[in-house]
């Protein structure tokens, strides 16, 4: 269907919102009823009530990583026994904060993949592995860094 009418693949994403509740905290809510909160740690000035969001994003990362190779393993009839994704990065709080010239985004994410089959040779399962991290939107999404741009709406 979507190779015929390529325009029909294509649609605005629902907006996710985080609005303040106090300190740090924010409820960030989606217009299907979605709902999680966020908090930095106490060393940034947060309570630590919730994750912080650049947990957030590596949890994002993981789970559609994760998502897109088991999409990927049953399309090419392979019955995954285990599948285990984890993302880690370093991060530097002077960015953060506004010191030194530095960058507040994430650095050296890793993306670490175990993943175990029954009926799949190691090439393949690392075939599906590299194609779900190709067509993650997640993971996309982060290698290409689409422009983002900020509107101020003042109340």
Same mark, same amino acid.
């Given at each position: 269907m979507f190779a015929?009418?390529?325009? @029909?693949?294509?649609?605005?994403? *629902?907006?996710?919102? =985080?609005? %303040?509740?106090?300190?740090? @905290?924010?409820?960030?809510?989606?217009?299907?009823?979605?709902? %999680?909160?966020?908090?930095? *740690?106490?060393?940034?000035?947060?309570? +630590?009530?919730?994750?912080?969001?650049?947990?957030?994003?590596?949890?994002? %990362?993981?789970?559609?990583?994760?998502?897109?190779?088991?999409?990927?393993?049953?399309?090419?009839?392979?019955?995954? #026994?285990?599948?285990?994704?984890?993302? #880690?990065?370093?991060? !530097?709080?002077?960015?953060?904060? +506004?010191? !030194?010239?530095?960058?507040?985004?994430l650095a050296g994410?890793?993306?670490?993949?175990?993943?175990?089959?029954? !009926? =799949?040779? *190691?090439?393949? %399962?690392?075939?599906?592995?590299?194609? +779900?991290?190709?067509?993650?939107?997640?993971?996309? #999404?982060?290698? !290409? =860094?689409? =422009?983002?741009?900020?509107?101020?709406?003042?109340?």
């Amino acid at each position: 269907m979507f190779a015929e009418q390529p325009t @029909k693949a294509r649609s605005k994403n *629902p907006p996710a919102t =985080a609005t %303040l509740d106090g300190g740090l @905290k924010f409820t960030v809510t989606g217009s299907h009823g979605e709902r %999680l909160s966020t908090d930095m *740690p106490p060393a940034v000035g947060g309570a +630590g009530s919730a994750p912080n969001p650049g947990w957030l994003l590596r949890a994002s %990362l993981a789970s559609c990583t994760a998502t897109v190779i088991a999409m990927r393993a049953a399309q090419v009839g392979v019955s995954l #026994t285990s599948l285990e994704v984890s993302v #880690t990065s370093e991060s !530097d709080t002077r960015g953060l904060i +506004g010191a !030194d010239n530095v960058s507040a985004g994430l650095a050296g994410l890793r993306t670490h993949v175990k993943i175990g089959a029954e !009926d =799949a040779t *190691p090439d393949q %399962l690392q075939e599906i592995v590299r194609w +779900g991290d190709a067509h993650s939107p997640v993971s996309c #999404t982060i290698r !290409d =860094a689409p =422009a983002n741009t900020v509107e101020i709406e003042i109340v």
